[in-house]
Protein backbone atom coordinates (compact mmCIF):
# COMPACT_ATOMS: atom_id res chain seq x y z
CA UNK A 1 0.00 0.00 0.00
CA UNK A 2 1.21 3.79 -0.75
CA UNK A 3 -0.40 6.19 1.50
CA UNK A 4 -0.81 9.81 0.65
CA UNK A 5 -2.59 12.53 2.69
CA UNK A 6 -5.83 11.06 3.54
CA UNK A 7 -5.84 7.44 1.81
CA UNK A 8 -4.04 4.70 0.42
CA UNK A 9 -3.82 2.68 -2.83
CA UNK A 10 -2.96 -0.79 -3.68
CA UNK A 11 0.66 -0.87 -4.78
CA UNK A 12 -0.73 -4.16 -7.02
CA UNK A 13 -3.64 -3.25 -8.42
CA UNK A 14 -3.59 0.39 -8.27
CA UNK A 15 -7.26 0.63 -6.40
CA UNK A 16 -7.38 3.95 -4.40
CA UNK A 17 -9.08 4.90 -1.60
CA UNK A 18 -7.75 2.04 0.75
CA UNK A 19 -8.04 2.69 4.85
CA UNK A 20 -4.84 2.95 6.81
CA UNK A 21 -6.19 -0.17 8.57
CA UNK A 22 -7.17 -2.87 5.94
CA UNK A 23 -5.58 -5.92 5.60
CA UNK A 24 -6.21 -6.78 2.56
CA UNK A 25 -6.98 -5.09 -1.03
CA UNK A 26 -10.73 -4.95 -1.37
CA UNK A 27 -10.30 -5.35 -5.30
CA UNK A 28 -7.95 -7.77 -5.88
CA UNK A 29 -7.81 -9.26 -2.47
CA UNK A 30 -3.68 -8.63 -1.60
CA UNK A 31 -2.96 -8.99 1.28
CA UNK A 32 -1.58 -5.54 2.78
CA UNK A 33 2.12 -6.34 4.04
CA UNK A 34 4.20 -3.26 3.46
CA UNK A 35 3.37 0.39 3.69
CA UNK A 36 4.90 3.21 2.15
CA UNK A 37 3.55 6.83 3.25
CA UNK A 38 4.32 9.39 0.68
CA UNK A 39 4.93 12.35 3.53
CA UNK A 40 6.45 10.20 6.87
CA UNK A 41 6.38 13.75 9.28
CA UNK A 42 2.81 14.01 8.69
CA UNK A 43 1.94 10.12 9.45
CA UNK A 44 3.89 9.74 12.20
CA UNK A 45 1.29 8.79 14.69
CA UNK A 46 -0.08 6.56 12.67
CA UNK A 47 3.10 4.63 11.84
CA UNK A 48 3.50 4.72 15.54
CA UNK A 49 -0.02 2.90 16.32
CA UNK A 50 0.32 0.47 13.08
CA UNK A 51 3.47 -0.59 14.26
CA UNK A 52 1.87 -1.67 18.11
CA UNK A 53 -1.08 -2.38 16.29
CA UNK A 54 -0.28 -4.86 13.42
CA UNK A 55 3.60 -5.47 13.67
CA UNK A 56 3.91 -8.07 10.67
CA UNK A 57 3.85 -4.56 8.69
CA UNK A 58 6.71 -3.51 7.00
CA UNK A 59 7.55 0.21 6.32
CA UNK A 60 9.02 0.96 3.15
CA UNK A 61 10.78 4.21 2.15
CA UNK A 62 8.20 5.96 -0.43
CA UNK A 63 11.07 7.16 -2.80
CA UNK A 64 12.81 3.51 -2.89
CA UNK A 65 9.14 2.17 -3.45
CA UNK A 66 8.72 4.22 -6.79
CA UNK A 67 12.50 3.63 -7.91
CA UNK A 68 12.14 0.08 -7.77
CA UNK A 69 8.55 0.39 -9.33
CA UNK A 70 10.15 2.71 -11.84
CA UNK A 71 12.76 -0.24 -12.91
CA UNK A 72 10.49 -2.98 -12.85
CA UNK A 73 8.07 -1.35 -15.81
CA UNK A 74 11.34 -0.19 -17.73
CA UNK A 75 12.51 -3.99 -17.61
CA UNK A 76 8.34 -4.99 -18.52
CA UNK A 77 8.94 -2.60 -21.14
CA UNK A 78 12.12 -3.05 -22.71
CA UNK A 79 12.46 -6.74 -21.56
Not at 33 to 54: C, G, T, V, W
Not at 64 to 79: T, V, Y
Request: glycine share 6%; charged share 30%.
Amino acid sequence: MTYGALSGSCANCKSLDLKIDSLHCPECKTEIKYIAFQNIRDHMPKMLKISHERPQIVFVDYDDFKRIEGEEKAKGILG
